[in-house]
């Protein structure tokens, strides 16, 4: 049973550009989460994704946008990037919007802006 | 303003011994709490959660302890082995509740467990 996986698993980028980083969720989830986990710091929740549609979001800009498929799937997409965007970008799946101990997380793109 | 504080960003422990990880909190109305531990090129994992209706919650070698009153929770490994090495996070669900996916998270705290 494959768990949840992200790629790619690192990225470098310059200012101003455009990145895209993809989730799949673990078999059987339908709900998938993103977070921001800059260095010495706690991951922090972008936004969440379920039946395709963005239900709940976190304090970030509008540069900040993702996309869920009918295979549950996910994309985190991020315009003009900014050197503080440089982070470790977590996905989280889960059977529905409302689980938190039944959280399952990727390994993390690790996204650095030059 | 940070909602959920690990203010000790690294423990070192001798193996067998205990290690004790502390998480302050500034909302009285968190009422679920939650600890997740990180290898490096690893997602997080669940490890414990607790509810405030409880004070310690206990499974294998891991406890946690909420002490509602201080806004302060704790976990105690006891003993500690090498493979408990990790970042250990401590976490909350926005609305205070379990009902809600977006957890908030704290700094972690690296653990090196010495051999």
């Known amino acids: 049973d494959a768990g949840v996986t992200q790629s790619p698993t690192h990225l470098i980028k310059t200012r101003g550009q455009q990145v895209t980083l993809r989730c799949s969720p673990k078999?059987?989830?339908?709900?998938v989460s993103w977070y921001q986990q800059a260095l010495g710091q706690g991951p922090q929740f972008i936004f969440q994704?379920?039946?395709?549609?963005?239900?709940q979001r976190g304090n970030f800009p509008d540069r900040f946008s993702g996309h869920q498929f009918p295979n549950y799937s996910s994309e985190l997409n991020v315009n003009a990037l900014l050197l503080g965007d440089s982070a470790l970008y977590l996905c989280?799946?889960?059977?529905?919007?409302?689980?938190?101990?039944?959280?399952?997380f990727g390994p993390g793109t690790r996204l650095t802006v030059l | 303003d940070q909602q959920v504080k690990q203010n000790s960003p690294s423990l070192s422990v001798q193996e067998g011994r205990i290690s004790i990880l502390n998480c302050d909190y500034t909302?009285?109305?968190?009422?679920?709490f939650l600890w997740y531990k990180k290898y490096p090129a690893e997602g997080p994992t669940f490890l414990i959660s607790i509810s405030s209706i409880k004070d310690k919650n206990e499974d294998g070698r891991f406890t946690v302890f909420l002490n509602k009153s201080a806004k302060h929770l704790s976990l105690h490994i006891v003993p500690s082995q090498p493979g408990d090495s990790a970042v250990y996070f401590c976490?909350?669900?926005?609305?205070?509740?379990?009902?809600?996916?977006?957890?908030?998270f704290g700094q972690g705290t690296t653990l090196q467990v010495k051999p």
């Open positions: 078999s059987g989830h339908d709900t």
């Open positions: 989280a799946s889960s059977l529905d919007p409302a689980s938190t101990d039944t959280q399952y």
């Open positions: 909302n009285s109305m968190f009422d679920y």
């Open positions: 994704y379920y039946e395709e549609e963005e239900r």
């Open positions: 976490a909350v669900p926005d609305s205070g509740s379990s009902n809600t996916g977006k957890l908030i």
